[in-house]
Nanobody
Framework: QVQLVESGGGLVQPGGSLRLSCAAS????????MAWFRQAPGSEREGVAT????????TYGGSVTGRFIITRDSAKNMVYLQMLNLKLEDTGVYFC???????????????????WGQGTQVTVSS
């Protein structure tokens, strides 16, 4: 059974940085697409970034392009989200997700993702 466990969230001031981690287990992730989503209070969940497990190709949501970087460590079965220059509107619960079919083009539609973590809270506040 595939499991995704996020960590690394916390409280940070505007302009600060955080790195989120997603530990993936229970499967072979070759051929998967991994993603980070987030959900702000009172809002729908939105896609933040995706990465192709095999070739490392990435896509980003418009609001985070140039500030967030998604990477993966295939040897450790880990996915990371480096978040730079954080803004108040980046506050929310961040979820790791996995699409075993690696649909193309990469989608931020949460319905195509087969597995989800429980989320980690990120709060940007002064």
């Amino acid at each position: 059974q595939v499991q995704l466990v996020e960590s690394g969230g916390g409280l940070v001031q505007p302009g600060g940085s955080l790195r989120l981690s997603c530990a993936a287990s229970g499967g072979t992730f070759s051929g998967y697409r991994m993603a980070w989503f987030r959900q702000a209070p009172g809002s729908e969940r939105e896609g933040v970034a995706t990465i192709d497990w095999n070739n490392g190709g990435t896509t980003y949501g418009g609001s985070v392009t140039g500030r967030f970087i998604i990477t993966r460590d295939s040897a450790k079965n880990m996915v990371y989200l480096q978040m730079l220059n954080l803004k108040l509107e980046d506050t929310g619960v961040y979820f790791c997700a996995a699409d075993r079919d690696n649909r193309w083009p990469p989608l931020f539609d949460e319905d195509v993702y087969d597995y989800w973590g429980q989320g980690t809270q990120v709060t940007v506040s002064s």
